[in-house]
C-alpha cells in the first residue's frame, strides 16, 4: 500500500475509450489511497503521424481531421486556466463521447465547456492550430516517459526510492471500484516498480463497459 501522499500524473487523449476506462478507476484510487491524480494531455493524432499509412483507412481519416480538435481544446483551456480544470473538462467530454456515444463535433465538445464551466470561446481552439505546439510539448513530455510503442494513457508516479514510475494503462474494464481499485493500483506500482519488467498483456475479449 502507498504509505504516503503521492501525485498521479496522468496523460490522457479524451477520444480514447480505453483511457476514460482508466481514468474512472483512478477517480476510486484517489478515494482509497493517499493518491492525487493532476491531468495532462497528448494526442493519438500526434502519436500517429509518422505511421498514419499503418492504420486502418476510417482510423486514418479520424486522426487527420477530427482526432486534433478536443485536444487542441483541452490544451487551450489549461493553458489559459491551468492544468487544475482539465479533470472536470475531461470528464464533461469524457461522459458525452463515451458514456452517452454523442457525436465527436465541436458542438460536442462546447457542451463539454458549458458543462465544466468553462467559456465557450475556448471551442474556437478546435479548428485551429494555435496552441499545437504547447499539445506537441505536453505529448512529448508523456510519451518520452514510456517510449513510442505505446497510447493513452500514460500513469508516472514517484517509485519507493524516489525515482518516477511511469507506464502506459493499466486497459481494464469495467473500471474498479472501491477496494478492487485499491488492489489494482498496488499491484500496478509493484509490477512496474520492478526493474526490468516491461509488460502483461492478454488478449481482450469485451469491450469497454461503461457503467
Not at 493532476?38 to 493524432?45: D, E
Request: aromatic share 10%; with cysteine.
Amino acid at each position: 500500500m502507498t504509505a504516503q501522499r503521492v501525485t498521479a500524473r496522468f496523460w490522457f487523449d479524451p477520444a480514447c475509450p480505453w483511457a476514460w476506462m482508466t481514468s474512472r478507476w483512478m477517480l476510486e484510487v484517489e478515494k482509497v489511497r493517499p493518491v492525487d491524480v493532476r491531468w495532462h494531455v497528448m494526442s493519438l493524432a500526434v502519436l500517429n503521424e509518422d505511421k498514419i499509412d499503418q492504420v486502418p483507412e476510417e482510423y486514418r481519416e479520424y486522426l487527420r481531421t477530427d482526432a486534433w480538435g478536443p485536444v487542441r481544446v483541452c490544451i487551450a483551456a489549461a493553458k489559459e486556466f491551468g492544468e487544475e480544470v482539465l479533470g472536470r473538462l475531461y470528464t464533461e467530454i469524457g461522459i458525452r463521447f463515451h458514456v452517452q456515444d454523442q457525436p465527436r463535433t465541436r458542438e460536442t465538445v462546447e457542451a463539454a465547456l458549458a458543462a465544466a464551466g468553462l467559456p465557450a470561446r475556448l471551442v474556437e481552439a478546435y479548428g485551429s492550430d494555435a496552441h499545437d505546439e504547447d499539445l506537441r510539448l505536453s505529448h512529448k513530455e508523456g510519451i518520452e516517459k514510456v517510449g513510442q510503442d505505446v497510447g493513452t494513457p500514460i500513469i508516472a508516479v514517484p517509485g519507493a526510492d524516489g525515482a518516477e514510475i511511469a507506464f502506459f494503462g493499466p486497459v481494464v474494464t469495467p473500471a474498479p471500484k472501491g477496494e478492487a481499485a485499491a488492489r489494482l493500483w498496488d499491484g500496478t506500482l509493484l509490477v512496474a516498480g520492478t526493474p526490468g519488467f516491461y509488460e502483461i498483456k492478454r488478449t481482450r475479449t469485451v469491450g469497454p463497459v461503461f457503467d
